[in-house]
């Protein structure tokens, strides 16, 4: 928009000066008005430029910090993510190694003592 406005204010100049060209002779006030204004024009341009460097560079260092905070996470979640599928295939194997030593001592206890009911639990 702010593009729209300069390109808006170098048309008007324009303008104005074949406005007044049409009307006749072109003074003096009417060059410097039109001098005026094509002045302002680029002063106003200067002041854009000026913001969105200043706006550019703050996105950059604030674009740069995200990145770098973002890039930690990912590397703890993927620390994390390891260390949950680590936990997870230890306690399977720790349940399959549980149930085998059960079985195995449930069986082992029936042989052993055949007149014991192992389904009585209290």
């Known amino acids: 928009m702010n593009n729209y406005l300069i390109k808006s204010g170098a048309n008007i100049s324009l303008?104005?000066?074949a406005l007044?060209?049409?009307a006749g002779n072109t003074t003096t006030a009417d060059l410097m008005r039109d001098n005026a204004s094509t002045g302002q024009?680029?002063?106003d341009l200067?002041?854009?430029?000026?913001?969105?460097?200043?706006?550019g560079t703050k996105l950059i260092t604030t674009g740069e910090k995200r990145v770098e905070n973002g890039e930690k996470q990912v590397e703890s979640a993927e620390r994390d993510l390891r260390s949950g599928q680590d936990d997870i295939a230890r306690g399977?194997?720790?349940i399959a190694e549980g149930q085998k030593l059960v079985t195995e001592?449930?069986?082992?206890?029936r042989l052993d003592y055949p007149e014991v009911d192992?389904?009585?639990?209290n």
Not at 46 to 55: F, M, V, Y
Not at 118 to 121: A, D, P, S
Request: hydrophobic share 30%.
């Open 15 to 17: 303008f104005l000066l």
């Open 20 to 22: 007044t060209g049409c």
């Open 41 to 43: 024009t680029q002063v």
């Open 46 to 55: 200067k002041n854009q430029i000026a913001k969105d460097w200043e706006r």
């Open 92 to 94: 399977r194997g720790e």
């Open 105 to 109: 001592s449930e069986r082992v206890f």
């Open 118 to 121: 192992l389904n009585q639990t």
